[in-house]
C-alpha cells in the first residue's frame, strides 16, 4: 500500500445539502482513543447509541447516533467510526473539524496526538481501502458507483447484482477453468518425458471449447451490462422545421424544446436522457442542417455544434419531412446532409431514416422509421429499432452491471483464446505459445476484478468517486 493508505481520514458519507440525517465518516487503524473524545466514552461494537457530540469544551455540537465497527467487521475493514446526526451542512462541517481537531489534540496519558495524521479523505478513498482490505473486489467498488449513478431502474437493480457479486463469480469461474487448463499445459511442459499425453487425456481441447463457449455467454451479457450503464447517445439530425425539437419532446413526453415555424430556433445543443425498457437514451436535439443566405453567425455555431455531436453519436436520426419530400430543392438539400454524414460518420456508427409528419402527408415507399412526432404514431416502433440497433437483447432478471473496461478485457480474453486455439492444434511445436496465451488470458480476467491492476488504473477509477464513499 501507499503511505497515505495507512493515514486515517474522515469525510462527510452523504450527499451535499440538506437532509433528515448526516453521516461522518472515519476510518483507520486505532481510532478507539479518537471515540472517546467525541463521544466522551467507549461503544460496543455494531450498536447504536444515542449521545451527544462533544466539543473541544464538552458542549454538544449535535445529538445523534454513533455507530462503532471494529476492525476487520467494517466495510474498509480498519475501524471505522460513523456519527448520525442531523442533515445541516454546518452541523456536519462541525463535525468533520471537530473530528480533525480532537485527532491532533495530545493524550494526557501517552504525550501523543490522539490520532496522528488524521485527514479529510480522497474521492472514493473508503471505497478503494475497502478494495486495498479485500472485502470487495474492483468489479464490486465499481458497481457501488454504478449504483449510485444509476439513471433507471433497471440499471439499479443491475448494478446491486454486480455489487453482491454476480459478475465477480462468472469472472472466477472463467479463472477457475482456465487455471486448471494452465496447470495440464504447463504439466506437459515440465514433464516431456512422460509417455502420458497429459492434454489429450485430459481433453484439453474439450476444456478449451467449453471455456470458450462460456466466455462468450459471459462477454454478451457483459455487453448488455454495460449498455445499462452507459447507455447510447442519439443524435437528431435534419434540415430546419423538420421536426427534431418536436420529436426531441415526443420522446421525452415533455415541452423540452421550443417548437416554431421559424427556420432555425434551435440553436444549441438540447439534451434528454430517457429510458427504453430500462436501457438510458441520451437523446440530443440540434440546429437545422443548412447553408446559404439566411443564416447568421449565431445559428452557424449552432450548425457547427450539431455535427460536432452528430460526430460523437452512437446512433444518428435523420429526420426529413414528408410534406416537403417532393419538393426539389428540399430533396437537394437532404441528398448533400445524407453525403456529408457517409463522410463524417463512422461506419459503424447507424444512421437511421425518419420519415416525419406522416399525419400529414403519405409516405408510401419511404425506407426507414416512418412516424408523427406530433400524433406519436411509430414512436414505439422508433424506440424497438434503437434498442435493436444498439444491440440490446431483452432484460434478465440475473443482468448485472458493467463497464466499457470490462467489455475490452473480456475481448482481449476472446482474442488470446483464439490464438491458444491455433498453439493447441500445432501442440508439441507450439505448446510454450500456448502456455503465454492462456496466462494472458489470466491476466486479463484478473484486471477485471483486481486481482492483477495498475497503480494508475485504480486511481482513474477510485477519483471518479463521491467523497465520503
Given at each position: 500500500m501507499l503511505a497515505r493508505?495507512?493515514?486515517?481520514?474522515?469525510?462527510?458519507?452523504?450527499?451535499?445539502?440538506?437532509?433528515?440525517?448526516?453521516?461522518?465518516?472515519?476510518?483507520?487503524?486505532?481510532?478507539?482513543?479518537?471515540?472517546?473524545?467525541?463521544?466522551?466514552?467507549?461503544?460496543?461494537?455494531?450498536?447504536?447509541?444515542?449521545?451527544?457530540?462533544?466539543?473541544a469544551d464538552g458542549s454538544a455540537i449535535d445529538h445523534g447516533l454513533a455507530i462503532w465497527f471494529a476492525a476487520p467487521h467494517s466495510f474498509t475493514g480498519e475501524d471505522?467510526?460513523?456519527?448520525?446526526?442531523?442533515?445541516?451542512?454546518?452541523?456536519?462541517?462541525?463535525?468533520?473539524?471537530?473530528?480533525?481537531?480532537?485527532?491532533?489534540?495530545?493524550?494526557?496519558?501517552?504525550g501523543k496526538p490522539v490520532l496522528a495524521g488524521l485527514r479529510v479523505a480522497q474521492p472514493g478513498e473508503f471505497s478503494e481501502r475497502a478494495f486495498l482490505n479485500d472485502k470487495i473486489d474492483l468489479a464490486q467498488a465499481e458497481a457501488i458507483a454504478d449504483l449510485i449513478d444509476a439513471s433507471t431502474e433497471a440499471a439499479?437493480?443491475?448494478?446491486?447484482?454486480?455489487?453482491?457479486?454476480?459478475?465477480?463469480?462468472?469472472?472466477?469461474?472463467?479463472?477457475?477453468?482456465?487455471?486448471?487448463?494452465?496447470?495440464?499445459?504447463?504439466?506437459?511442459?515440465?514433464?516431456?518425458?512422460?509417455?502420458?499425453?497429459?492434454?489429450?487425456?485430459?481433453?484439453?481441447?474439450?476444456?478449451?471449447?467449453?471455456?470458450?463457449?462460456?466466455?462468450?455467454?459471459?462477454?454478451q451479457r457483459t455487453r448488455q451490462g454495460a449498455l445499462l450503464r452507459e447507455g447510447i447517445r442519439v443524435v437528431i439530425a435534419g434540415q430546419p422545421n423538420a421536426g427534431k425539437s418536436s420529436l426531441l419532446n415526443a420522446l421525452a413526453g415533455a415541452e423540452l424544446a421550443i417548437v416554431t415555424p421559424i427556420a432555425g430556433t434551435t440553436r444549441d445543443v438540447v439534451q434528454q436522457t430517457i429510458q427504453i425498457e430500462g436501457v438510458p437514451l441520451h437523446v440530443i436535439d440540434t440546429a437545422g442542417l443548412r447553408e446559404g443566405e439566411g443564416v447568421d453567425a449565431v445559428e452557424?455555431?449552432?450548425?457547427?455544434?450539431?455535427?460536432?455531436?452528430?460526430?460523437?453519436a452512437d446512433a444518428v436520426l435523420f429526420l426529413h419531412d414528408?410534406?416537403?419530400?417532393?419538393?426539389?430543392?428540399?430533396?437537394?438539400?437532404?441528398?448533400?446532409?445524407?453525403?456529408?454524414?457517409?463522410?463524417?460518420?463512422?461506419?459503424?456508427?447507424?444512421?437511421?431514416?425518419?420519415w416525419n409528419k406522416a399525419d400529414a402527408a403519405q409516405a408510401s415507399g419511404r425506407q426507414?422509421?416512418?412516424?408523427?412526432?406530433?400524433?406519436?404514431?411509430?414512436?414505439?416502433?422508433?424506440?424497438?429499432?434503437?434498442?435493436?440497433?444498439?444491440?440490446?437483447?431483452?432484460?434478465?432478471?440475473?443482468?448485472?452491471?458493467?463497464?466499457?473496461?470490462?467489455?475490452?478485457?473480456?475481448?482481449?480474453?476472446?482474442?488470446?483464446?483464439?490464438?491458444?486455439?491455433?498453439?493447441?492444434?500445432?501442440?508439441?511445436?507450439?505448446?510454450?505459445?500456448?502456455?503465454?496465451?492462456?496466462?494472458?488470458?489470466?491476466?486479463?480476467?484478473?484486471?477485471?476484478t483486481g486481482e492483477f491492476s495498475a497503480d494508475d488504473l485504480l486511481g482513474v477509477i477510485f477519483s471518479s468517486f463521491c467523497i465520503g464513499k
Open positions: 493508505h495507512q493515514e486515517p481520514i474522515v469525510a462527510i458519507a452523504t450527499a451535499p445539502g440538506r437532509g433528515a440525517v448526516g453521516i461522518v465518516r472515519v476510518s483507520g487503524r486505532g481510532i478507539g482513543a479518537l471515540v472517546q473524545a467525541l463521544c466522551g466514552r467507549e461503544l460496543r461494537p455494531r450498536d447504536a447509541t444515542y449521545l451527544p457530540f462533544r466539543d471505522v467510526l460513523e456519527l448520525q446526526a442531523h442533515g445541516g451542512p454546518v452541523v456536519l462541517q462541525l463535525l468533520v473539524q471537530r473530528c480533525l481537531q480532537a485527532a491532533a489534540s495530545m493524550d494526557a496519558a501517552t439499479a437493480r443491475s448494478a446491486s447484482r454486480s455489487l453482491a457479486g454476480d459478475f465477480s463469480r462468472e469472472i472466477g469461474e472463467l479463472r477457475e477453468a482456465l487455471i486448471h487448463l494452465r496447470m495440464l499445459v504447463e504439466a506437459t511442459l515440465d514433464f516431456p518425458e512422460e509417455e502420458i499425453d497429459f492434454l489429450q487425456k485430459a481433453d484439453a481441447q474439450g476444456q478449451l471449447d467449453s471455456l470458450q463457449a462460456r466466455l462468450a455467454q459471459v462477454l452557424q455555431i449552432g450548425i457547427e455544434r450539431a455535427w460536432g455531436q452528430i460526430e460523437q414528408l410534406t416537403r419530400a417532393e419538393d426539389e430543392a428540399y430533396a437537394a438539400a437532404d441528398a448533400e446532409i445524407a453525403r456529408s454524414l457517409a463522410q463524417r460518420v463512422p461506419a459503424a456508427v447507424p444512421v437511421i431514416d425518419i426507414g422509421v416512418v412516424l408523427s412526432a406530433k400524433t406519436g404514431d411509430g414512436l414505439q416502433a422508433l424506440r424497438q429499432r434503437l434498442l435493436h440497433e444498439a444491440g440490446w437483447q431483452q432484460a434478465s432478471e440475473g443482468l448485472y452491471i458493467a463497464r466499457e473496461r470490462h467489455v475490452q478485457a473480456l475481448l482481449r480474453v476472446r482474442e488470446h483464446l483464439e490464438l491458444a486455439q491455433l498453439h493447441l492444434a500445432a501442440q508439441a511445436q507450439s505448446l510454450d505459445l500456448l502456455a503465454e496465451e492462456l496466462r494472458q488470458s489470466q491476466n486479463a480476467l484478473n484486471e477485471i
